[in-house]
């Protein structure tokens, strides 16, 4: 089946039902990032450490895969030139709806995250890459055309669902007990028993694939980048969350 497809018009049902990173940030938050106090997030709940984003006023940022009327005003109100790139006409919809009522300067693109052909080479200084590349099977074209587009000295900030996540039944609920059941690579596809996948398909919810760590991160450092930076982060609710994290950033640098 068409993947890109069918997470396009299921990203636009999530806005429909109000998914929380579907939800446009408030007034409050614009003010603050106006005033250099700008929290975003690549993860569920840690902000973006200061240093990682400094400086912001001027740079050139790609929000990839990130629509959603979150991170990308965010960052123009801190004072960026930013183009968030998703592929849900719904989510940049939102980043568009934010953009209007705070008189923020957007530029907003459809497509998707693993082609980036719509940019030139060093058309950027970072890109800020949510956790969102769960939702394309093969991401090692995403960093290498996050690579690309990014001018020498740029800087890529991503996010991570740690890949031990797909291992586990994903109706799991905080409490259950845990029993591994499929393997990693995972994908949605190829894995998940027939009817439950016939159900989400018939739910329209978004098809999922679970990345190994060395796509994940050896990815990143095959691409060309130099990892500068990580942290984790937990999913509040997640039946993982007494065990570890399931969630992490990293922060990557393409040589100057």
């Given at each position: 089946m068409d993947v890109r497809d069918h997470n396009r018009r299921a990203w636009d049902r999530e806005v429909e039902r109000?998914?929380?990173?579907?939800?446009?940030?408030?007034?409050?938050?614009i003010a603050a990032a106006r005033r250099g106090e700008v929290q975003v997030l690549l993860t569920p709940s840690v902000p973006v450490p200061r240093e990682w984003l400094q400086p912001l006023r001027g740079r050139r940022i790609l929000c990839l895969a990130s629509g959603g009327g979150q991170q990308g005003p965010l960052l123009a109100a801190a004072g960026a030139e930013v183009t968030v790139f998703d592929n849900s006409p719904?989510?940049?919809?939102?980043?568009?709806?934010?953009?209007?009522?705070?008189?923020?300067?957007?530029?907003?693109?459809?497509?998707?995250?693993?082609?980036?052909?719509?940019?030139?080479?060093?058309?950027?200084?970072?890109v800020f890459h949510p956790c969102s590349n769960g939702f394309v099977p093969h991401i090692l074209p995403v960093w290498r055309e996050a690579y690309r587009v990014l001018a020498p000295g740029g800087v890529l900030l991503a996010g991570i669902v740690n890949p031990l996540?797909?291992?586990?039944?994903?109706?799991?609920?905080?409490?259950?007990?845990?029993?591994?059941?499929?393997?990693?690579?995972?994908?949605?596809?190829?894995?998940?028993?027939?009817?439950?996948?016939?159900?989400?398909?018939?739910?329209?919810?978004?098809?999922?694939?679970?990345?190994?760590?060395?796509?994940?991160?050896?990815?990143?450092?095959?691409?060309?980048?130099?990892?500068?930076?990580?942290?984790?982060?937990?999913?509040?609710?997640?039946?993982?969350?007494?065990?570890?994290?399931?969630?992490?950033?990293?922060?990557?640098?393409?040589?100057?």
């Amino acid at each position: 089946m068409d993947v890109r497809d069918h997470n396009r018009r299921a990203w636009d049902r999530e806005v429909e039902r109000g998914n929380r990173w579907t939800v446009p940030v408030g007034a409050d938050a614009i003010a603050a990032a106006r005033r250099g106090e700008v929290q975003v997030l690549l993860t569920p709940s840690v902000p973006v450490p200061r240093e990682w984003l400094q400086p912001l006023r001027g740079r050139r940022i790609l929000c990839l895969a990130s629509g959603g009327g979150q991170q990308g005003p965010l960052l123009a109100a801190a004072g960026a030139e930013v183009t968030v790139f998703d592929n849900s006409p719904a989510q940049l919809a939102r980043d568009r709806e934010v953009a209007d009522r705070e008189g923020l300067s957007l530029k907003l693109v459809e497509g998707d995250m693993r082609d980036l052909s719509a940019f030139g080479d060093a058309s950027f200084d970072l890109v800020f890459h949510p956790c969102s590349n769960g939702f394309v099977p093969h991401i090692l074209p995403v960093w290498r055309e996050a690579y690309r587009v990014l001018a020498p000295g740029g800087v890529l900030l991503a996010g991570i669902v740690n890949p031990l996540v797909y291992l586990f039944d994903p109706d799991l609920k905080e409490g259950d007990r845990l029993e591994v059941k499929f393997p990693v690579p995972f994908s949605d596809l190829e894995h998940l028993p027939r009817e439950l996948l016939r159900r989400r398909l018939e739910a329209g919810e978004p098809l999922e694939f679970g990345h190994t760590l060395e796509d994940q991160i050896g990815g990143q450092m095959r691409a060309g980048f130099v990892l500068t930076g990580f942290y984790e982060d937990r999913w509040p609710g997640s039946p993982f969350e007494r065990w570890i994290p399931s969630t992490f950033a990293t922060r990557a640098v393409k040589a100057p």
